[in-house]
């Protein structure tokens, strides 16, 4: 357990090297990504015979998106500190969790309804959208609680070290 904390609160004192940085916030976007895609998905098309292939698609371009949304985490998070500064931090993160969840769910349910469905129709495109954005958010709201609460703090610090 020391040798995982010393690993990734780097208390070692060396720079932490950009490459595990990088792999780190690759890994979080997969596994939530795919989570999330996975879900979005199967609400949009079901389990077919080109689920994965679907699925697939819709995770390589929610990579196009999960960018936008470690940029506005950062601005979330500035401005519920900023707007709420005498609020315990926990509770501060609890509400960047939340407003979190919703704007990559948006993004996200986004992506995978353009890969699934596409836009030839809009009515099934917002449709989509609105089936992927409803079936994945209590799924996305309980991550980032649990992400904001919990590993956060550490990836934080972990990614300034």
């Given at each position: 357990?020391?040798?995982q904390?010393s690993?990734l609160?780097?208390?070692?004192g060396k720079?932490t090297?950009?490459?595990?940085k990088v792999?780190?916030?690759l890994?979080i976007?997969?596994?939530?990504?795919?989570?999330l895609?996975?879900?979005?998905?199967y609400?949009?098309?079901?389990?077919?015979s080109?689920?994965?292939?679907?699925w697939?698609?819709a995770?390589?371009?929610?990579f196009?998106v999960?960018?936008?949304?470690?940029l506005?985490?950062?601005?979330?998070t500035?401005?519920?500190?900023?707007l709420l500064?005498?609020?315990k931090?926990?509770k501060?993160?609890?509400?960047?969790g939340v407003l979190?969840?919703?704007?990559?769910?948006s993004m996200l349910?986004?992506?995978?309804?353009?890969?699934?469905i596409?836009?030839s129709d809009t009515?099934a495109?917002?449709?989509?959208?609105l089936?992927?954005?409803l079936a994945?958010?209590?799924v996305g709201?309980?991550?980032?609680?649990?992400?904001?609460?919990?590993?956060?703090p550490k990836?934080?610090a972990?990614?300034?070290?």
């Amino acid at each position: 357990m020391a040798l995982q904390n010393s690993l990734l609160l780097n208390t070692n004192g060396k720079k932490t090297p950009l490459l595990h940085k990088v792999l780190l916030v690759l890994a979080i976007m997969t596994v939530m990504g795919g989570l999330l895609t996975g879900i979005m998905t199967y609400m949009n098309v079901g389990y077919t015979s080109s689920f994965f292939v679907d699925w697939s698609k819709a995770l390589l371009s929610a990579f196009a998106v999960m960018p936008i949304g470690i940029l506005l985490i950062g601005l979330i998070t500035k401005g519920v500190n900023r707007l709420l500064p005498d609020m315990k931090a926990h509770k501060r993160n609890l509400i960047v969790g939340v407003l979190m969840a919703c704007a990559m769910e948006s993004m996200l349910a986004f992506s995978t309804a353009t890969n699934t469905i596409g836009f030839s129709d809009t009515a099934a495109f917002l449709h989509g959208w609105l089936v992927g954005f409803l079936a994945a958010l209590p799924v996305g709201v309980t991550l980032m609680i649990i992400i904001s609460l919990t590993i956060k703090p550490k990836i934080e610090a972990f990614l300034k070290s």
